[in-house]
């Protein structure tokens, strides 16, 4: 596929996805999310790719849905039509670990589409919104619901109420990121935390997602159990032989990701 809202790059084993509609602070058009879920799709299956990061520009990372798309829409029409509901999940179902490296807004969806990534590392000029209650409708792509459990009821309520915007450092206060760099060094940081965790043995780096993914998902004592399973899998990988050897050799392990 050719794309022309996103453009993409492989820097070693990582995969850069850059939003690309500056013109309208990257809104999120349907164009834009099939390219998106085309491109995850693509790098899913690429067995070089270890981790993948999501950026915008330095204005915007995305401000949302598209609001003029969305605007003559009836019910009816985003009911059967299950509007961008299915490209939407690409980010949740990657297997491969994703980042959102942010600078700028991201507002409505594009806040929602950070969330959806595995981490969000912020630039300082980092703006997060859930402004939808200002166009007269709430977050659809999960806001009320992702946001709460990242930040809590007290200030989701806040958000999503209001529609105010929270800098980088609130942000990260409220524990909706997990790193602050400058604008300068973003895509370059989050490259290096990328090819970092590109790195690691693939089935323990798949595991870590599922195992943290499932404590949104199940009760304490059942993901206790899920995990201690996955930690007792692992013990039948090569990889676990080859990183317990070479750590008692004193040397880097050779994962075979197997
Ligand atoms: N959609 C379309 N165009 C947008 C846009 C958006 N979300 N945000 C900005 N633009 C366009 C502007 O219209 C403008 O275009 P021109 O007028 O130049 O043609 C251009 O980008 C530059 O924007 P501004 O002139 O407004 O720039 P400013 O710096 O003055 O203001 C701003 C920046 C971010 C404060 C402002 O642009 C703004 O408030 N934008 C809208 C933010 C917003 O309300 N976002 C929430 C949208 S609703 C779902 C999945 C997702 C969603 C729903 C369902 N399903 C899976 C079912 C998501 C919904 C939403 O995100």
């Given at each position: 596929m050719n794309y022309e809202n996103i453009v993409t790059n492989i820097q070693g084993n990582v995969a850069l996805v850059t939003l690309n509609r500056p013109e309208a602070?990257?809104?999120?058009s349907t164009p834009l999310t099939i390219e998106l879920d085309d491109a995850l799709g693509g790098f899913g299956q690429d067995g070089n790719i270890g981790a993948i990061v999501i950026t915008g520009n330095e204005k915007a990372f995305a401000a949302g849905a598209d609001i003029k798309e969305m605007a003559n829409k009836s019910f009816v029409d985003c009911y059967m039509s299950n509007f961008i509901t299915e490209t939407w999940e690409c980010v949740t179902q990657s297997r491969k670990p994703v980042i959102a490296a942010v600078a700028g807004f991201a507002l409505g969806g594009g806040c929602e589409l950070a969330m959806m990534c595995d981490f969000i590392i912020a630039a300082n000029t980092a703006k997060f919104g859930q402004p939808e209650i200002s166009l007269g409708i709430i977050p659809g792509a999960g806001g009320t619901q992702r946001l709460t459990r990242f930040i809590g009821k007290s200030k989701a309520m806040d958000m999503c109420l209001t529609g105010r915007m929270m800098d980088a450092e609130e942000a990260e206060r409220a524990g909706l990121v997990s790193r602050i760099v400058s604008p300068e060094s973003l895509i370059e940081e989050s490259l290096k935390i990328a090819q970092t965790i590109a790195d690691k043995s693939r089935p323990s780096t798949i595991m870590v997602k599922e195992a943290v993914n499932r404590a949104y998902e199940t009760t304490l004592s059942e993901g206790i159990r899920y995990e201690r399973r996955l930690f007792y899998s692992l013990f039948a990988t090569e990889d676990q032989k080859e990183g317990m050897s070479a750590f008692a050799e004193k040397r880097p392990p050779r994962w075979q990701h197997r």
């Open positions: 602070l990257n809104a999120l």
